[in-house]
């Protein structure tokens, strides 16, 4: 089956501590998202990616940090600087991320929590 | 800058009843595309339509109708005889270009999301 998979399905971290978040997909695209969601409010966009070994910061990168050193993966890290991580993150996919036509797929998504 | 406003944060509907969800956006770019998603309670968002700014046709697909009305930079939301697995949050969501780091990308906005609860 091709999709979006997330892992873990909920995480716990401890003051101090960095996280990461896994993110894969077999769906062949390029372009790669990662999006944070806050109760009552709309996906906010962290980091993307467009191509393998390049990534841009989005509205909310600082206190995050990725990498893209493989086409089907796009990994997240939380790191100690990120003061309020609690939240669900959501990541997605493209076959590109130049046009506006193309549809992003998400996967199932990671809660954060903060011990 | 660009908006997306879903000003009803919760609706709550009984079994059959019609409803709509209201999505108001703000753009300059002449070109965009306009987008509805769907959040059950498992968390995953799930596509339900793209539409472009060129492209005010209405479009139906089993209970599910959009009406995209660029005179009023509105794209609503229909659901005829609503169901309980209808229940969910939905998302509407505008994509334009942005440039960034010398090249661009479609870049998406959403909005805060519309709890629909539909009781038996």
């Known amino acids: ?115 | 800058a660009q908006k997306v406003t879903q000003a009803q944060t919760e609706i709550s509907v009984v079994e059959k009843e019609d409803v709509t969800l209201d999505c108001v956006y703000e753009t300059r770019d002449t070109t965009y595309y306009l987008f509805w998603y769907k959040q059950p309670p498992s968390g995953e968002l799930v596509f339900l339509i793209r539409r472009n700014s060129f492209d005010e046709q209405n479009e139906i697909s089993g209970r599910y109708s959009w009406n995209f009305q660029k005179s009023t930079s509105s794209f609503n939301f229909t659901i005829t005889a609503s169901q309980v697995v209808d229940s969910a949050v939905y998302f509407c969501a505008l994509k334009r270009y942005l440039n960034a780091g010398g090249t661009s990308y479609g870049k998406l906005t959403f909005g805060q999301g519309t709890i629909l609860t539909v009781h038996p």
């Not at chain 1, 960095?18 to 980091?47: F, K």
């Not at chain 1, 990120?82 to 992003?104: D, H, V, W």
């Open chain 1, 1 to 115: 089956d091709g999709g979006i998979t997330q892992s873990p399905k909920y995480l716990f971290r401890k003051e101090g501590q960095n996280v990461t978040l896994s993110c894969e997909q077999n769906l062949n695209h390029d372009a790669m998202y990662w999006y944070r969601q806050d109760p009552g409010q709309g996906l906010r966009l962290i980091y993307y990616s467009q191509i393998v070994n390049d990534f841009q910061k989005g509205d909310i990168a600082e206190g995050y940090s990725v990498s893209r050193e493989k086409k089907e993966s796009f990994p997240l890290t939380v790191t100690s600087a990120q003061k309020n991580p609690t939240a669900f993150y959501l990541c997605a996919s493209s076959i590109m991320g130049r046009t506006l036509q193309e549809t992003q797929y998400f996967g199932p998504g990671t809660r954060l929590l903060v011990l």
